[in-house]
């Protein structure tokens, strides 16, 4: 089989979308599935003339098409008129077509509705090629409640030929704004490599103290990645206020928080931080996370709106109990691999804080079970063999109909 993987971004870029469609293009290649991402750029300004870089990674052959307005370096992408930004999805498109006709796939797998989903949908019916479109986050968890994206997004969804959500919140999401697609939707959660994240806790506990000047017994909350409003850093921040213990930090490995963000809860971040509350190591490269990651002792994500963090799932494996919203019930069991809030509110995360200041044994406890059931439940090849299954069943219905 060979597969097309159509994907807003891909590594050095960061973020969820980039770091899975990484994880499994090289692992569809380890099955023996021919597979080559199209990826959309944005490191030459929007004067440029249209390109294709073609480049390799691995056994993964991947294309960058631009220029493309997504994470822009030269230009606010705010200011850019929607008539600009359709502009270019246009032109991605015609450089999609020229690498599709070349390289023939049997079926496209888009990550992102918005615009890989979008541009791969008109690519799979011009070619006719079966398109799998991937739920990942704010495609549907943001964008149905987006006036000016959903009809866009109601297209996708509805012309996709099937449909993968990395959790149940946003396959319930779907569901609710298009029911009709029941048939055709399922939940795929993501896999994470395991080799990578051996690193020793007890040397790293002893850098992260010696960085922020905390105490070997404070109670390390770990948040992985840019601390949102959909992450829920306004309650988190409420919550370690009000909790008014001091021994409870917080280790932000990430940028600072964004402009929204300030504007919902900067004084009161400026309060903890000036309390050494928090402690923000800044952006770091993908490969360092886990030194850091595997120093604390809680990994933090009570989001109102989430995909399937990456961030989650390696805290998980490398042994912190998660304190995490009711989003991640379906691979987190409430008092045996973490805790799960009551509910979206400050007054759950302030229980949760308690209860694990109180309880430090049951923190190693938790930890370990989670590590344990991220081993054995979220292994990469077994991600990709579930995928492989949703093609094959999709490319027997059409050869059936032929």
Do not use: C
Not at 130 to 139: F, K, L, Q, S, Y
């Amino acid at each position: 089989m060979k597969i097309a993987l159509i994907s807003e971004h891909y590594p050095p870029t960061s973020g969820g979308v980039a770091t899975s469609t990484k994880r499994l293009s090289e692992n569809f290649n380890n099955l023996n599935h021919e597979t080559f991402v199209i990826s959309f750029d944005a490191t030459r300004p929007l004067e440029s003339e249209d390109f294709i870089i073609e480049e390799k990674y691995d056994k993964t052959k991947l294309y960058r098409v631009g220029p493309f307005f997504i994470k822009q370096k030269f230009i606010d992408r705010s200011s850019i008129p929607e008539k600009v930004k359709a502009i270019f999805r246009r032109r991605v498109l015609n450089l999609t077509l020229q690498i599709l006709k070349k390289e023939k796939p049997d079926i496209i797998l888009s990550f992102y509705l918005l615009n890989a989903g979008y541009i791969s949908l008109f690519a799979s019916r011009e070619l006719k090629i079966p398109i799998v479109a991937g739920i990942r986050g704010n495609d549907i968890g943001r964008n149905i409640f987006h006036a000016e994206r959903f009809s866009v997004i109601d297209w996708v969804v509805n012309g996709a030929d099937y449909l993968i959500s990395v959790n149940n919140h946003l396959r319930n999401r779907t569901l609710l704004a298009f029911p009709n697609v029941h048939n055709k939707i399922s939940v795929i959660h993501n896999g994470i490599g395991i080799k990578k994240f051996v690193t020793d806790k007890i040397i790293n506990r002893e850098k992260i103290l010696r960085h922020t000047n905390w105490n070997d017994d404070d109670l390390i909350v770990v948040f992985a990645g840019n601390f949102r409003e959909k992450k829920g850093v306004s309650i988190f921040v409420n919550a370690l206020l009000k909790v008014n213990n001091k021994k409870i930090k917080l280790l932000l490995i990430g940028p600072e928080i964004g402009g929204l963000e300030n504007k919902m809860i900067g004084e009161k971040w400026d309060k903890l931080k000036q309390q050494n509350q928090v402690y923000i190591t800044g952006h770091l490269e993908r490969e360092n996370v886990a030194e850091w990651l595997i120093g604390g002792d809680i990994v933090l994500m009570p989001s109102f709106d989430d995909g399937m963090a990456n961030s989650l799932l390696e805290g998980m494996l490398l042994g912190l109990a998660p304190l995490v919203s009711p989003i991640f019930n379906d691979i987190i069991t409430h008092g045996k691999t973490g805790m799960i809030m009551d509910d979206f509110d400050s007054k759950s995360i302030i229980k949760l804080l308690k209860y694990y200041h109180i309880n430090r044994d049951k923190i190693k406890i938790l930890g370990t079970n989670a590590s344990k059931y991220i081993v054995a439940n979220h292994k990469p090849i077994n991600e990709v063999k579930k995928y492989i299954e949703v093609f094959k069943k999709i490319l027997n219905e059409k050869n059936s109909t032929l």
